[in-house]
């Protein structure tokens, strides 16, 4: 019974050494982001005021305690790129942390006041409090103080990513409040519209495809989740079917591009967007040229011509094709008449119609010439036939 009483008491201690390292543990992650934090928030506001290299030797101290901390990274690399972008600048020497100063109230009250503060919703506060109270006693009320602490970091989780367009913040404070145990749908959900808001930014003007995929997501489920630049996820969407739309234009595919711009001129009214809404439609579909219509006409022309040795009756049939934009010629047809057995007419076209007779050796009166025709539309004659009738004792 003695032995047993020993290892229970040995087996009892060293179960609380355990628990109280756990503790101690948690106290200290807890307050080392709570420090990361605070030297964020100061870079970030050394940044904005353009304390440049300030804000990176804290963006730099935050990185060697904690290379995956939320928005340090990319914070750093826009610095660093402003900086060697521009002339050198002055060295500013870096502030002295503050060491925070130590709560002397009981244990107790810095419990009803941490309770009090997340009645409030004062999250930041909250925290403050139950860090010291684990500095203070990290075996006081332990199951409580872990509660309090997980649902303060839920709900401050939600809040940065809902209200404060804090994604990268809101991130984090909901991967510390599942060291406390696991988070519920709501939380789960807000988390991973994050998650996608992110990922979507990471392609951003690289692969406007992939961006369209993302915030188009996003655009039907949140809406109005905006990050840091206050971008909102509809915006960014819109935003991203203009340069998805214009990757295809320049790849000249024209339709894809019309229907990409169709997409984003949904979201809202745009003139400028409008016009090259039009322009692709015209380059999708270009007008087509429209056909000239050819028409024919036949002509029959028919002369006739008295002559000393008789009548001539001349007949012509041929096939006039019309151009498409012309004036209406007038052919002119020539008849020289010789006094043979053969009378051989010849025909010149020109703008007006003539008839011409000639009759040799001897004098006589002007043969008359009649012509009976629809206008012609052309000067191009095919197919002449010659009648030649003789009357009289003269062959």
């Not at 012509?316 to 010789?338: D, F, K, M, R, Y």
Request: aromatic residues 10%; proline residues 8%; glycine residues 6%.
């Amino acid at each position: 019974m003695l032995l047993i009483l020993s290892l229970s008491v040995l087996l009892g201690g060293y179960s609380g050494y355990l628990s109280g390292r756990q503790e101690i543990a948690k106290a200290e992650v807890l307050a080392d982001f709570q420090l990361l934090q605070d030297q964020f928030f100061l870079g970030m506001k050394d940044y904005n005021e353009g304390n440049l290299d300030l804000a990176r030797q804290r963006f730099e101290f935050i990185l060697a305690r904690d290379p995956n901390f939320p928005g340090a990274t990319d914070r750093l690399v826009e610095i660093l790129r402003i900086l060697y972008a521009t002339s050198t600048p002055t060295a500013i020497p870096p502030t002295a942390t503050l060491t925070p100063t130590h709560d002397t109230r009981p244990v107790e009250d810095l419990f009803v006041a941490a309770v009090n503060y997340y009645n409030a919703s004062e999250w930041n506060l909250a925290v403050d409090t139950l860090i010291a109270l684990r500095k203070e006693n990290p075996a006081y009320r332990v199951i409580e103080v872990d509660s309090l602490l997980f649902r303060i970091l839920r709900n401050r989780g939600i809040q940065k990513i809902q209200a404060e367009s804090n994604l990268e913040g809101g991130i984090y404070d909901l991967a510390l409040a599942e060291r406390f145990g696991p988070i519920d749908d709501e939380a789960m959900k807000w988390r991973n519209l994050a998650r996608l808001y992110m990922i979507g930014l990471s392609f951003w003007e690289v692969y406007p495809e992939q961006a369209v995929y993302y915030f188009g997501q996003l655009a039907l489920a949140a809406p109005y989740l905006r990050d840091a630049s206050g971008w909102s996820a509809s915006g960014r969407y819109r935003a991203a079917l203009v340069q998805y739309a214009d990757h295809l234009a320049r790849l000249g595919d024209w339709c894809q591009a019309e229907a990409q711009y169709q997409n984003a001129l949904s979201l809202g009214a745009d003139e400028r967007l409008q016009a090259t809404v039009v322009n692709a439609q015209i380059q999708c579909a270009p007008p087509t040229s429209t056909p000239t219509t050819t028409s024919t006409n036949t002509l029959t022309p028919t002369i006739t011509a008295t002559t000393p040795a008789g009548t001539i009756i001349v007949t012509n049939t041929g096939t006039l094709t019309l151009p498409p934009v012309s004036q209406t010629p007038t052919p002119t047809i020539g008849l020289t008449v010789q006094p043979s057995e053969t009378a051989t007419p010849s025909f010149s076209p020109s703008p007006t119609y003539q008839s011409t007779a000639t009759p040799t050796p001897t004098e006589m009166s002007p043969p008359t010439s009649t012509l009976t025709t629809s206008p012609p539309s052309s000067s191009a004659f095919d197919n002449t036939k010659v009648v030649n009738i003789f009357q009289g004792n003269n062959p």
